[in-house]
């Protein structure tokens, strides 16, 4: 096997691995997500404020732009489980 025939098969391998990766970062955030949906209004009042009480006490890194996403994610669903709870009366 040559050097260049070598070198394709690690770019390969590699980009590969990279796929795999992403899609299974995706999916994992893809099902955080569908949990969160189905949760009644006291966890979705729990996370959310767990979340709050991160962005005010650890440093504001990369992770801070995701940690409000979900809390407008936690917010916006919790509003739609009041009004089904309201709703159903469960």
């Not at 994992?28 to 997500?33: E, F």
């Not at 962005?55 to 509003?79: A, G, H, M, S, W």
Request: hydrophobic share 35%; net charge negative.
């Amino acid at each position: 096997m040559s050097q260049t025939e070598h070198k394709r098969q690690i770019i390969d391998a590699l980009s590969k691995h990279h796929t795999r990766v992403a899609c299974t970062i995706w999916e994992c955030l893809s099902v955080a997500m569908d949990l969160i949906d189905v949760q009644p209004p006291t966890v979705l009042e729990a996370l959310s404020d767990s979340l709050k009480e991160q962005r005010r006490t650890l440093p504001n890194d990369l992770r801070d732009d995701l940690r409000q996403c979900l809390i407008k994610y936690c917010e916006t669903v919790l509003q739609e489980a009041r009004v089904r709870e309201r709703h159903f009366g469960a």
